[in-house]
């Protein structure tokens, strides 16, 4: 068997530890060759990093160095950094139309060793370059002869004998997605300065040596003992694995094992964790391992406080750490200003949902509750009438997450979508259409409300807002079965379950009609149907909506679906009409959307009842 050498070339400036810092252009590590240019993109400066990799094979290689230069193939070295084995030297020199005079610091080559990696670090300081080895100066600095204004690529050059350059890195190389990379030391605790969130990546760098110990990067809670998510590689003569894992203090969490991936000697590498809702996705050069690893069970990204590299022997290190954010993080466009609720429990104040904290751990009181098990809604209002593309709810993690499925969401008195509950998802953005309205408002008929935050996105506007006409209107249908009249469905409550008495019901299977009587002619929107959801949800199928006998559409039945929105195009009348001429017509909540302005009703009108 050969014994592998591996040399490691750098040119950088000492970072004191700092937070994880969100930004988008860094230097970083790639593969790299031999006598390739490689372009600096941005002028050299005093604290530049530069920082190249090479396997050393055996004291027969011939020279090799890591070069500064300017441009065309005759152009100036700034600095060269020559590596003589054989002669138990390193030459530092540049290069000005013919060499100059070089200093020679003594080294030893026994300062290779089998499967060690060995760094050195040259520093660009105002008027001098320090070189380093393995974390000691060399007895010699090295002045700046030239301006580092004409540094222009970094050349590696020589190697013989099975020698090799593996990698580089350079300063402020353009990273896309990456963040910016600050050099980090195993066993370094690296403080976020902001929360994670949906969409950020975290990235690590390494450099491989064969025959490692395990090695891995830990996105850390409050204190040593408690892990979020462990991503433990194994490399043999291990496990040949990958283990991920979370920790409280007591001890592990159920694992999950995947294939380690290919790692070669003195290679640079990069492991990505990408924060998905509710779930962890981990790539190793680009390529995904094994499944998703979900969040701690009760926590959040928000929990989140450190990341931590620990591991490897033998030479390999981890080098550098970023966080990435690849799309902004997107911030409420409209402010609610003030918020009330239907009731209040647990402490759970309506305020709570605007506080700007998006922590879905109840404990930590930002997440507002009912008192109540049915017929909750929660009401914010806007600074005034506002244009509302989106509404984004985030939802309870500790507990009873499933409590948010089927929550409504209203712009002023326009339906804008439920809430489809999924495991593991924190964040709901319900679509709005650009509805006008003053207030966000949503409602939940059949279970606790919880929201920990809402936040709504639009812009002001000065359009008159759509309301509901149907609101105090009367109403009428064909027959009447099971004690279900035709007011049921516009009492204002949209529960689906009959027996909380908020549905119409007709006596008859075929030829049935609803209709409500507005008084007045309006300019009708859409109408908006809530259908039954404990049983029969399937006999909406086919109704038919008119205006004033002018038809504006069809339901068509889908399984799942509680609400369907009939648009009518702005058509006049004052008479809504809905008929179902093959089954039983239940309706649990009908709104009549159009434009309300000067809208009035004698009081004796409001009076009387058309219901039979």
Request: one cysteine or more.
């Amino acid at each position: 068997m050969s014994c592998d050498f591996v040399i490691l070339v750098v040119i950088t400036v000492a970072l004191a530890a700092e937070p994880i810092r969100a930004v988008s252009d860094a230097g970083h590590i790639f593969d790299a060759q031999r006598d390739v240019e490689y372009e600096l993109s941005k002028q050299l400066e005093v604290g530049d990093v530069i920082r190249a990799w090479g396997v050393y094979n055996d004291h027969t290689t011939s020279k090799f160095s890591v070069n500064i230069r300017g441009r065309g193939p005759n152009s100036m070295y700034l600095l060269h950094v020559d590596f003589r084995p054989f002669n138990s030297v390193v030459v530092l020199n540049n290069y000005v139309n013919g060499w100059k005079s070089e200093v020679r610091p003594w080294f030893s080559r026994y300062n290779f060793a089998a499967n060690k990696i060995f760094e050195v670090r040259i520093e660009v300081h105002d008027d001098e370059y320090r070189i380093f080895f393995d974390g000691n100066e060399l007895r010699s600095r090295f002045p700046h002869r030239v301006d580092l204004r004409y540094a222009k690529h970094v050349i590696l050059q020589g190697g013989s004998n099975g020698f090799k350059w593996t990698a580089l890195k350079l300063p402020d190389t353009k990273v896309t997605g990456s963040g910016v990379p600050f050099t980090t030391s195993t066993r370094e605790k690296n403080y976020l300065d902001k929360p994670l969130a949906v969409g950020d990546v975290i990235t690590a760098w390494g450099i491989y040596a064969t025959g490692s110990v395990k090695f891995n990067v830990n996105l850390m809670m409050t204190n040593e003992q408690y892990f979020m998510i462990h991503v433990d590689f194994r490399p043999p003569p291990n496990e040949n694995r990958v283990v991920l894992n979370s920790k409280k203090q007591n001890g592990w969490e159920t694992e999950m094992r995947t294939t380690l991936p290919v790692f070669e000697n003195g290679k640079p590498f990069k492991v990505d964790i990408k924060c998905l809702d509710g779930e962890f996705e981990i790539y190793h050069d680009g390529n995904v391992l094994g499944s998703k690893f979900p969040y701690r069970n009760g926590f959040a990204l928000e929990d989140v406080k450190f990341v931590w590299l620990l591991g490897g022997s033998l030479g390999m290190q981890w080098t550098d750490l970023a966080i990435s954010q690849p799309t902004p993080r997107p911030r409420p466009s409209l402010m609610l200003l003030r918020a009330e609720q239907s009731s209040t429990g647990w402490e759970g104040v309506p305020e709570r949902a605007i506080d700007g904290i998006t922590d879905g751990n109840y404990g930590r009181k930002s997440c507002m509750h009912s008192r109540k098990s049915k017929n909750n809604w929660w009401l914010g209002t806007l600074a005034g009438n506002s244009a509302v593309s989106r509404v984004v709810i985030y939802n309870r993690v500790d507990c009873c997450s499933e409590r948010i499925d089927g929550a409504k969401v209203y712009v002023g008195d326009v339906f804008c979508g439920e809430v489809e509950y999924e495991v593991g998802k924190v964040a709901y953005g319900i679509q709005c259409g650009d509805a006008v309205g003053g207030t966000v408002k949503v409602v939940q008929n059949d279970q606790y409300l919880t929201l920990c935050e809402v936040q709504v996105f639009g812009r002001s506007s000065s359009e008159t807002p759509l309301a509901n006409l149907a609101t105090g209107s009367p109403t009428w249908q064909s027959s009447v079965g099971w004690s279900g009249v035709s007011s049921r469905a516009t009492d204002g409550r949209s529960n689906g379950y009959w027996g909380d008495r908020s549905c119409s019901h007709t006596g008859s299977s075929v030829s049935n009609t609803w209709k409500v009587d507005l008084v007045h002619d309006y300019k009708i929107n859409r109408v908006v149907i809530h259908n039954r959801i404990d049983c029969c949800a399937e006999r909406i199928h086919g109704v038919k909506v008119y205006v004033d006998n002018k038809f504006c559409g069809t339901v068509r039945y889908v399984a799942g679906k509680n609400v369907y929105v009939v648009q009518c195009a702005d058509q006049m009348g004052s008479e809504i009409k809905i008929n179902q001429e093959y089954n039983y017509l239940t309706l649990c909540e009908v709104e009549v959307l159009g434009e309300a302005a000067g809208r009035h009703r004698l009081l004796q009108v409001l009076a009387r009842s058309l219901e039979c």
